[in-house]
């Protein structure tokens, strides 16, 4: 786990802190953990995990709302993500049970004014997937904003849309990390 402070702030010379998939967290680690930890027990496909606070889904989350599969990054989260409604910190292991067993197979659940938890088969994917609902989210938000329904992708389009060829998330990880 990154260090508990603001990543922005974070340098070299900080330390990842290691946490185990089960059993008591480190005491420098954020209660908020415990929701990998059960996404880790529930889903062996699952290798990267992006908790997360982004503009867009926060405020989109705020409507009570996950954005639907409207486009191309869209199509990832197909249907649209599970929405946690419950806009409290998740620090018991309860809870986060819960949270988990609500994200299901799904690559993405979107948490109440809390921003949302992304999964991946590897962290750059699960960073790739973040970066992609933060853009869904936005596009949900500017349909919303127009006042008109706006286009959803039929589940067939979203599935040929949302492949993992062609270096799909190498190419969008070496384009975030390349800033």
């Not at 992006?50 to 989109?60: A, C, G, I, N």
């Not at 004014?113 to 933060?134: F, P, Q, T």
């Not at 706006?150 to 998330?169: K, M, N």
Request: some cysteine; proline content about 8%; glycine content about 8%.
């Amino acid at each position: 786990m990154s260090p508990a402070k603001p990543l922005g702030l974070v340098t070299n010379t900080d330390l990842p802190v290691t946490v185990p998939v089960a059993g008591p967290l480190p005491a420098d680690v954020l209660g908020e953990v415990r929701i990998h930890q059960q996404i880790y027990q529930l889903r062996g496909d699952v290798c990267g995990i992006v908790r997360f606070q982004s503009p867009k889904v926060v405020s989109l989350s705020t409507l009570g709302r996950s954005p639907q599969a409207r486009h191309g990054f869209g199509s990832y989260f197909a249907p649209q993500p599970p929405f946690w409604n419950d806009p409290r910190l998740v620090r018991d292991d309860e809870r986060a049970a819960a949270v988990a067993r609500s994200l299901g197979a799904a690559r993405a659940i979107v948490l109440r004014g809390n921003g949302a938890v992304v999964v991946g088969s590897s962290l750059e994917e699960a960073c790739v997937m973040a970066w992609y609902l933060e853009d869904a989210a936005r596009v949900e938000l500017d349909v919303l904003a127009s006042g008109e329904p706006g286009g959803v992708l039929a589940p067939s389009e979203a599935a040929d849309r949302a492949t993992l060829q062609g270096r799909i998330v190498e190419r969008m990880w070496e384009w975030l990390i390349s800033s």
